[in-house]
């Protein structure tokens, strides 16, 4: 079946910093890639739909200047976490839109001190 | 907007029973859902999925029935084994492909 890729699958920073991380489609071309966030024993809530060659698309009450997506290919969308804090902590999940079904991504842990 | 909720956040099952995982939804617009399997530290899994025009689909294993009168849709697994253990979420499909996910139950089997 499609695969899609994230990385880094997890990652560490200091308060302040920012972080990006990627989402592939690996065998398929996805023109929407959709970013969730999940907090620990949560659900999964829609931060955003990147569409590729448009802006982003936020969700209420998402932060568009501190979440950056850029979907700049057809394989490849990225968020980027600006200025990170501790409570930006948790795991982002991406997936993409293929032309039957969503497919997930693995998922990348924020953890930040 | 859509609501997806489930009833109970955490199942119990002997292994070897069957299990079921139930959800409601809000929107009667919604006419795509999908059941997703999601083990620790990873992304969710497609299970099955079911469109509105259809009251039951069958898998290997799981059987998802909807019930568009009362909005509400289950999830059976037959023969609950332990790698079945996981978080199952519900979702539902909007007009612009956005999946709302449901609150997620926790599926324990016990040997």
């Known amino acids: 079946g499609a695969v899609v890729s994230q990385h880094p699958s997890w990652v560490i920073c200091k308060s302040g910093t920012s972080v990006k991380i990627e989402c592939r489609s690996l065998?398929?071309?996805?023109?929407?890639m959709f970013w969730y966030r999940q907090f620990p024993k949560q659900s999964l809530m829609l931060m955003a739909t990147?569409?590729?060659?448009?802006?982003?698309?936020?969700e209420q009450g998402v932060e568009k200047d501190k979440f950056l997506i850029n979907h700049a290919s057809l394989t490849l969308s990225t968020l980027t976490v600006t200025s990170a804090h501790p409570e930006d902590s948790s795991f982002y999940i991406c997936?993409?839109?293929?032309?039957?079904?969503?497919?997930f991504g693995p998922g990348t842990r924020l953890t930040v001190l | 907007g859509e609501n997806v909720g489930l009833h109970l956040p955490t199942l119990s099952v002997q292994e070897g029973d069957n299990s079921i995982i139930n959800c409601a939804y809000s929107?009667?617009?919604?006419?795509?859902f999908i059941w997703y399997k999601q083990e620790s530290g990873k992304g969710p899994q497609f299970i099955i999925d079911?469109?509105?025009?259809?009251d039951k689909r069958q898998g290997q294993r799981v059987t998802v029935l909807l019930n568009k009168t009362v909005k509400h849709l289950s999830l059976q697994i037959a023969a609950t084994q332990p790698g079945d253990s996981a978080v199952y979420f519900c979702?539902?499909?909007?007009?612009?492909?956005?999946?709302?996910f449901g609150s997620g139950t926790r599926l324990l089997v016990r040997p």
């Open positions: 997936s993409a839109r293929g032309p039957t079904e969503q497919f």
């Open positions: 065998d398929f071309q996805a023109t929407t």
């Open positions: 990147s569409n590729e060659g448009s802006k982003a698309t936020y």
């Open positions: 929107n009667s617009a919604s006419d795509y």
């Open positions: 079911i469109r509105s025009n259809m």
């Open positions: 979702a539902a499909m909007d007009s612009s492909y956005k999946l709302i």
